[in-house]
């Protein structure tokens, strides 16, 4: 891989590091050559302080640090996107990332769908909500509204009316999300089961 340290002013390059699991951005930071070469080399993602004026290792005091699992170049060969597994906080601050912003495992849409449907379910008012009315009604209730929507799948993928078998899946998908938090659980356990199943 070709970098040229040589574009930016004291042979100092960007590096942006990405959490290799959630793909979440956890900051930003400066390399020179030998930085480069000590993350490299040790498996420690390593920066050279500005501040400092010298390498520094991220967690070499607080023990957080960033254990290193890629690198990549971009199209100008002169910023890095580093994948690492962070060990604890990346914020000096104590936050997750150096933008105060959590963590973890961020689906988009879907994501949004199950903090909305936990939002229902935590503030019940089942006259003006469809999911807390669900919930209202208990386990089996929703269990059996999960099974209505799989039967209903099964029934459209027969047919070759793509709007139905879409719109079907979506309220299968729909009320599964349901049924995962009735019974307290997240997409993410789910996730994890099939993570593990790959090893």
């Known amino acids: 891989m070709e970098i040229d340290f040589s574009r930016l002013a004291h042979g100092l390059i960007p590096a942006i590091i990405q959490d290799s699991e959630t793909k979440n951005v956890l900051m930003l930071g400066y390399m020179n050559k030998e930085a480069y070469q000590k993350t490299l080399e040790t498996g420690k993602v390593t920066f050279f302080s500005r501040s400092k004026q010298r390498l520094w290792t991220k967690g ?37 990332t150096c933008w105060q912003t959590p963590n973890k495992n961020n689906y988009g849409f879907i994501s949004e769908l199950e903090e909305t449907i ?8 089942s ?41 079907e899946s979506a309220d299968l998908l729909f009320h599964y999300l349901i049924l995962l938090q009735a019974k307290g659980y997240k997409l993410d356990d789910v996730i994890n089961v099939l993570k593990s199943r790959q090893k």
């Open 127 to 167: 006259e003006k909500s469809y999911v807390a009315s669900l919930f209202a009604k208990g386990i089996n209730k929703i269990a059996q509204k999960v099974g209505e929507e799989a039967v209903e799948v099964v029934i459209e993928a027969k047919d070759n009316d793509e709007e139905l078998f879409l719109g």
């Open 60 to 96: 070499e005091e607080s023990g957080n640090f960033l254990n290193l699992v890629d690198i990549k170049n971009d199209c100008d060969e002169d910023t890095l996107l580093i994948q690492a597994q962070p060990v604890g906080p990346t914020c000096h601050t104590g936050a997750d």
């Open 118 to 125: 936990e939002s229902r379910k935590e503030n019940a008012d």
